[in-house]
């Protein structure tokens, strides 16, 4: 951002007689506008000693005369910052590093509309916190366009940024060795998530959740997410590139995710979703998921390299329909035979009110498209698809009371145990239904290659 030297604040003494003279015009051409020799004590990089008192009456002081503190490079030693409404804080390159001394909380700020932080490093030191102030490094609230831009923060004990009720941009942010998740966003105003880099974390990189479910409408786009754990363990709760939860018309969209312990794009009762245009490889689990109550889901042109399952659009029985899932290229999939049950090696796996187009599968230990589980299954089209090197092509549940599908048009290379069988659970039955189809009037099978 373009910054007027009529509105910048000196936040450093014995700089140098350059920074000195350069302050001294300052104070010339806006003299209105504190510096660091009107506090005390005053801020000095590189002290070694706590400097809140010094720092909080900048950024108060600046907030008030609505103009930007800008401070030199250095490290600052912090505990307990409050930004206020109109809080700029500009910092040199990232060379300006904020770090937390200890205490209840490190930057926070409630109601703090305008909020911009830029340019600026945030060193958690790996210090405890009170999360009843605050789960994340950083943690903002009720705060309206809000200004995240080129800021690296690291060594949270906690997460790395948090937002409650927050709108505005969060973008350029390097976040790394974080103990929970690299961001986390409840019930946003409206959120644009963009061009971060979210890695080495304890738990999840990116969340998008909601206190219930409503429209939330957040854009996650262009970000790259790495080395995500789980280290709280569950069965899918933690280890997530990024997690919609509740959160309803969240794009998701041209982001580079890799080696999550379990999903690239989890969304969780999320309706409306779009997922799109990600490139998403090393996935524990599901790649791509769409799970629990939802209706809506467009999961479309995404890359999918390496995991034990590819794309799921599931929980019919809690709800969960309407999607369409086109265009994506899935392949290297791998079956988790040290898990008891839930070994996966599917490609695609969907159940209800779906349509699954022009997808290309390879390489799927168990099935390339899988279609229903049990009796839950209603009105599928999979039509158009390149299946190659698959146990079974595709499969379809063989339940009498499940609903209706088509299976048109498809291409299927090297399945070795089928190429369309029914299914029971995971079990496959009867013939080749590519070579042999039946007389069920609920699976209509026409027009596929099998080679």
């Not at 998740?181 to 959120?191: I, T, Y």
């Not at 599931?314 to 969960?320: A, K, L, R, V």
């Not at 995971?426 to 209509?444: M, T």
Request: one cysteine or more.
């Amino acid at each position: 951002m373009t910054i007027d030297r009529r509105s910048l604040i000196g936040a450093s003494l014995g700089l140098g007689a350059a920074v000195s003279a350069a302050h001294a015009s300052e104070r010339k051409l806006s003299p209105t506008a504190p510096n660091a020799s009107d506090f005390a004590p005053v801020l000095v990089p590189d002290d070694g000693r706590d400097q809140t008192e010094a720092l909080q009456a900048a950024v108060d002081s600046a907030a008030e005369k609505d103009i930007p503190l800008v401070l030199p490079p250095g490290k600052f030693l912090v505990s307990d910052l409050r930004l206020r409404r109109g809080s700029r804080v500009i910092g040199t390159a990232r060379t300006t590093t904020l770090v937390f001394s200890g205490g209840s909380a490190f930057i926070t700020g409630d109601k703090a509309d305008g909020l911009v932080l830029e340019g600026l490093a945030f060193d958690g030191a790996y210090k405890a916190f009170d999360t009843a102030r605050g789960d994340g490094l950083l943690t903002f609230s009720n705060s309206k366009t809000l200004h995240l831009h080129d800021l690296e923060i690291q060594n949270s004990s906690g997460n790395g940024v948090s937002l409650t009720e927050c709108g505005g941009r969060v973008e350029g942010l390097l976040i790394s060795h974080v103990l929970d998740a690299g961001f986390k966003s409840f019930d946003s105003l409206g959120l644009d998530v963009k061009d971060n880099t979210v890695t080495d974390c304890g738990n999840n990189g990116i969340l998008i959740w909601r206190s219930k479910q409503e429209e939330d409408g957040s854009v996650v786009a262009g970000n790259r997410i790495s080395k995500i754990r789980n280290a709280a363990g569950g069965t899918g709760e933690y280890g997530n590139g990024i997690n919609v939860f509740r959160a309803g018309s969240v794009l998701v969209s041209g982001n580079r995710i890799s080696d999550c312990a379990y999903t690239a794009v989890r969304g969780n009762a999320a309706s409306n979703i779009q997922i799109v245009g990600n490139s998403c490889e090393r996935l524990g689990e599901v790649a791509l998921y769409a799970e629990f109550g939802f209706q809506g889901a467009i999961i479309a042109n995404n890359l999918v390299d390496t995991a034990a399952s590819g794309i799921s659009v599931t929980n019919f029985n809690e709800g969960g329909r309407l999607a369409v899932v086109q265009g994506n290229l899935i392949r290297n999939l791998v079956r988790r035979e040290q898990e008891p049950e839930d070994k996966r090696g599917e490609g695609i796996a969907v159940e209800a009110d779906a349509v699954v187009s022009g997808n290309t599968i390879e390489n799927a230990p168990t099935v390339g498209i899988q279609i229903g589980w049990g009796v839950y299954m209603r009105d599928v089209a999979v039509t158009g698809n390149v299946v190659r090197n698959a146990r079974v092509g595709i499969s379809v549940t063989n339940a009498a009371d499940a609903g209706k599908c088509l299976i048109a048009n498809n291409l299927i290379s090297n399945a070795k145990d089928g190429a369309i069988r029914e299914m029971d659970r995971g079990v496959f039955q009867g013939p080749d239904l590519a070579r042999e189809p039946g007389a069920s009037d609920r699976i209509h099978v026409m027009a596929n290659v099998a080679v």
